[in-house]
């Protein structure tokens, strides 16, 4: 395994349900293995990756479109075709003690499951062509269950437009003077994120404490689900694939959407007289477009850069954590700086091997004049032509937006001789000499 094929994390939606494990059938017949889907509906199978696809009777772009994964609680690969499931799940626990930091007792007890899920190195302009409605329907499940356990963090508006078509695909079109609002009532955990559904203060409390307008909650979904346009003429089964692809178009504006996940940790801006910091769990996206990291308990975005946005590396030296280092522009006061953020992680060496090969596939379907290297940290490069498109206008206070403010960085400028380190206003924690360079700790 390499980091081009894997990804580790927070488990995803999937989790919820009770699955066997791969790494405990020993010689179990091949026409026994079972995939699990994003819905938890099971595929048995004698061959892999085709055969399932053969089996769902999904059209040929659906070998590209997902890949079978091995998921666990504590960690999540993407397997290569060359993979075999069942020689990856008894080395099972080697992955878990390298990559992850789970006591011996969870090494032991965590089994994986083979799960038929999106490709990572599948790009969102390919999703745009696809017409199958099935093809629809399993981006549609997985999409809704990253967004349902805030995988995917999103704004109340937004989690009201996507639960609305989760109402318009579970309970038909909506109908006045049908009690539809008991319907939402029921299931609301169905059709927006936990968080969003605490009980005994009520969702419209919860969303009005996240900044949302006065008209949210249950009233605002179903208002949102009175919005939702039907096919004219059209017969409910033959529209759900027009609600799959909304929804899926949907989550295309969300910078995440199709990432590889991993987990860590930075440090917590220093606070106080003595400048104690701490660590903030993390979590770690990464795809074909950029990197996004995540505050792993307040589900919003604290940093979000494109690939030709950062440099980076990482490091592993001995009797110390790993380390992914990334560097960006930033400001210090007025002045021009460059930022270094920190990302312990066992998982270091993963997400640093899946930028790189990300951006390697960039320049394979966009082919960019040559450049010379140079040492220090890799540095993507930038793209050959503009964006087709303006990128979407985010609200302010928005869940996806960066708030660099919240990040702990190490700040340093170059002023002709050298690398000069630039001191934080209330850190004096950093102790390392001036000359250091980005991604020497």
């Known amino acids: 395994m390499d980091g081009t094929e894997g990804s580790g994390g927070q488990p995803g939606p999937a989790e919820r349900s009770h699955r066997s494990s791969v790494s405990s059938v020993g010689a179990r017949a091949a026409a026994d293995v079972l995939v699990y889907l994003a819905d938890d509906s099971v595929v048995p199978l004698a061959e892999l990756h085709r ?6 009777q999904l059209p040929d772009v659906a070998l590209e479109a997902f890949a079978l994964w091995l998921v666990s609680p504590l960690l999540e690969v993407q397997l290569k075709p060359k993979h075999q499931p069942y020689k990856l799940g008894r080395q099972w626990p080697e992955l878990l003690l390298r990559f992850t930091d789970a006591p011996d007792d969870d090494v032991a007890m965590d ?3 083979l799960q038929f899920r999106r490709n990572v190195f ?11 409605e099935e093809v629809l329907r399993l981006l549609y499940e997985e999409a809704k269950g990253n967004v349902l356990t805030a995988r995917y963090p999103c704004d109340p508006e937004d989690c009201e437009a996507l639960g609305a078509l989760v109402c318009r695909v579970q309970l038909g079109p909506y109908q006045p003077g049908q009690p539809a609002a008991c319907a939402l009532r029921e299931k609301l ?3 927006l994120p936990a968080h969003l559904c605490k009980r005994g203060h009520g969702l419209f409390a919860a969303l009005r404490g996240r900044g949302a307008k006065a008209a949210t909650g249950e009233q605002g979904l179903l208002d949102a689900y009175r919005q939702v346009k039907e096919a004219v003429g ?7 694939g027009t609600h799959y692809r909304a929804y899926v178009l949907r989550c295309h504006e969300l ?4 990432c590889a996940f991993f987990h860590g940790e930075i440090d917590k801006p220093a606070q106080g007289f003595l400048h ?3 660590r903030k769990p993390v979590t770690v996206a990464i795809s074909l477009e950029g990197v996004h990291v995540i505050d792993h308990r307040e589900k919003h975005v604290l940093l979000g850069l494109r690939f030709q946005e950062l440099s980076w590396d990482h490091t592993s030296p001995e009797e110390e954590e790993p380390v992914l280092w990334l560097e960006f522009d930033g400001d210090s006061e007025g002045t021009p700086v460059n930022r270094l953020l920190r990302i312990y992680s066992k998982q270091a060496e993963l997400m640093s091997s899946l930028i790189e090969y990300c951006i390697e596939l960039n320049q394979a379907a966009e082919p960019t004049a040559p450049q010379e290297s140079a040492p220090g940290p890799r540095s993507a490069p930038s793209p050959s032509q503009p964006p087709a498109q303006r990128p979407k206008l985010r609200r302010q206070g928005s869940v996806v937006c960066s708030r660099i403010q919240h990040l ?3 700040d340093y400028v170059e002023d002709g001789k050298g690398i000069k380190r630039v001191k934080p206003k209330r850190n004096t924690s950093y102790s390392a000499a001036s000359k250091h360079g980005p991604g020497e700790p």
Do not use: C, M, N
């Not at 599948?122 to 199958?132: A, T």
């Open 122 to 132: 599948f790009p969102k302009r390919r999703e745009l062509q696809i017409q199958d």
């Open 276 to 278: 104690r910091g701490g």
């Open 408 to 410: 702990s960085t190490i």
């Open 255 to 258: 910078p995440f959407y199709g």
């Open 111 to 113: 089994e994986p499951s």
């Open 51 to 56: 055969a399932v696809r053969e089996v769902l």
């Open 234 to 240: 059209s017969e409910r089964e033959a529209t759900l």
């Open 189 to 191: 955990d169905s059709f």
